[in-house]
């Protein structure tokens, strides 16, 4: 009996398991409109709110490295965010993750993106970015899935250690 409620345990455990996510993505962005039960207001607030903070952390970001170094903020912070509106990037992040290779791409990326269409920038410089953004992504997870986390944590330990 013990096993039993044990693998009934077990399995409902890996069946509501979460993989990892780095980010955001369009697979969270589609489910919106199916955890606001298909409530078109309800689905706006959520997104709206979302693109908001996006773009308030990256307008702090941008200001706490200014403070430091105008230059390096001028540099990591040099595309364009605010070139829509909200409407109009929530409405362009809807047809961009429609597509499923999109799917992946984090939200924040996925702005920029709908912002460099709205600019009417040359479609091989948007589509260069795409790729780019689908490989840093990629290359990424690679990397999570391939680390040694218990050579991550003996060095954390040994770093703790000295501290000591």
Known sequence: MYRFISIIIFSI?????QENRLFWD???WNNIRKNSDYDDLLEYKIKSSYVNGVLDGRLYGYLKTWSKN???ANEAFG???DYLS???V???LNYFYGDPLNSYIPIPSAIIIANLYGQRVPINVIEKYIQDSRD???SL???LDTLDYSKLIEEKYFKNQKGN
């Open 13 to 17: 455990a890996i069946l509501f398991g």
């Open 26 to 28: 369009g697979r969270e």
């Open 70 to 72: 105008a230059t390096l």
């Open 79 to 81: 595309e364009s965010v």
């Open 86 to 88: 909200v409407r109009e």
């Open 90 to 92: 929530i409405k362009n």
């Open 136 to 138: 840093w992504v990629n």
């Open 141 to 143: 997870t690679l990397d």
